[in-house]
């Protein structure tokens, strides 16, 4: 099988739809036409370095570190219930 090469524009649609998904706007049968578009991931990997990076760009603010960590999260949660479906 050939590997998709990565580019900005599909993965803007794809996270586009992902949120079109989730608030209900795209039906199971509909994202799943985009999730063959959508690239497969590497795992992300919080080292020290990333997590102080964070910090200073949510403010040491730990409500904007949370709500930044939840859109991760539901995003991952989205792309494997889709994965699984």
């Known amino acids: 099988m050939k590997k998709k090469k990565a580019s900005p524009i599909l993965n803007a ?7 079109l998904h989730s608030c209900g706007a795209f039906t199971d049968e509909q994202m799943k036409q985009y999730q063959e578009l ?3 991931s590497e795992p992300l990997i919080l080292d020290q370095d990333i997590l102080d990076y964070l910090n ?30």
């Open 56 to 85: 200073q760009k949510c403010d040491f603010n730990p409500e904007k570190m949370r709500v930044l960590i939840n859109d991760w999260l539901r995003k991952d949660i989205e792309i494997a219930r889709s994965i699984s479906s």
């Open 13 to 19: 649609i794809y996270e586009t739809a992902v949120d």
């Open 38 to 40: 959508a690239p497969k």
